[in-house]
């Protein structure tokens, strides 16, 4: 197992991680980003971006590839690891992969998280293509045609509601008799003309020769749309903090201040795992937050 050391360690490469590399590096730190899988984190997920400032259309994929080699331009270096612990040793913030160990005068944690799925067949083979977990992101794709959201919570009947002043017709599908969300909510959606399907739950998803989606139910029956959005809750990827004392909100997430600050001093976090609202935009300023503060942390005096 190799020994890397470096003045910032960021744990995560998604949009928030990629910003902050590349201010640390570019303020000629010595940068490391630990990512699992693929640069891009949930952005990759999207089929189309098109409300990232200056840039009408693109791609998740490509949109991820550009800013990984942004960061790689100023130096930032990108090591693909599973980071199973994290603690602090006095001022070092340490991390143990299952390559590496890790040694940082500070930590960027930048892991994100996932919208809880459904696991059901046909889901996963149609996100970005008829299913999405992203209203916000995704419902103008939706304009003036039919959608479904899957869910019951608050965070189900806020995106019914967002989606119904775009689509044609939005129904809400909920696997009880009755919506955990707050009823001023419920009743705005229900003034909004949603379609509510109770007593519900989604079996399969299937996509026919047309595009549009079919969806069907374990008690029978089935729905028809152009686009689903899955919105049963979002899991953050904080788990493995927990040994570093940082302290968390109620729902898992880490919590900060407003210089992406944890509690612990030399700690930031930057983007989804913060519960911030879960947009690349917002995450790519977290991380240029995060990043900048890692270097007036690191830099002592900081003057300018």
């Not at 995560?12 to 991680?17: F, L, N, Q, S, V």
């Not at 570019?26 to 940068?31: A, D, E, F, V």
């Not at 045609?145 to 189900?156: H, L, Q, R, T």
Request: hydrophobic share 35%; net charge neutral; charged share 25%.
């Amino acid at each position: 197992m190799s020994e890397i050391e470096c003045d910032v360690l960021i744990i995560g490469a998604g949009p928030a991680g990629l910003a902050a590399s590349i201010w640390t590096s570019r303020r000629k730190l010595s940068t490391v980003v630990v990512e699992k899988a693929m640069p891009g984190g949930q952005m990759l997920l999207a089929h189309d971006i098109e409300n990232y400032p200056g840039i009408e259309r693109i791609s998740g994929q490509e949109l991820a590839e550009r800013m990984k080699k942004h960061a790689e331009k100023f130096g930032a270096k990108i090591v693909y690891d599973m980071i199973t612990r994290v603690y602090t040793e006095g001022d070092k913030k340490k991390a143990v992969g299952n390559t590496n160990t890790y040694t940082a005068k500070a930590l960027i944690i930048a892991t994100g998280g996932q919208h809880r799925p459904l696991k059901v067949p046909g889901e996963e083979e149609l996100v970005g293509k008829g299913v999405a977990y992203c209203a916000t992101c995704d419902a103008p794709f939706y304009k003036g045609k039919e959608v479904a959201v899957i869910g019951g919570g608050n965070s189900a009947v806020e995106d019914a509601i967002y989606l119904s002043k775009i689509a044609s017709k939005t129904y809400i599908v909920h696997r009880r008799e009755e919506f955990r969300a707050e009823p001023d909510r419920v009743e705005e959606m229900e003034r909004l003309g949603v379609e509510k399907i109770l007593g519900k739950s989604p079996e399969k998803f299937e996509k026919k020769e047309d595009g549009r989606i079919v969806v069907h139910f374990k008690e029978g029956g089935s729905l028809e749309v152009d686009g689903v959005f899955v919105s049963i809750g979002y899991i953050p990827a904080s788990e493995l903090f927990k040994e570093t004392g940082i302290e968390f909100t109620e729902t898992g997430h880490i919590k900060t201040d407003l210089q992406q600050r944890t509690n612990i001093p030399g700690i930031f976090a930057a983007g989804d795992v913060t519960g911030r609202l879960a947009q690349i935009a917002t995450a790519v300023g977290d991380g240029a937050v995060a990043g900048m503060n890692a270097y007036k942390y690191i830099q002592k005096p900081y003057w300018g």
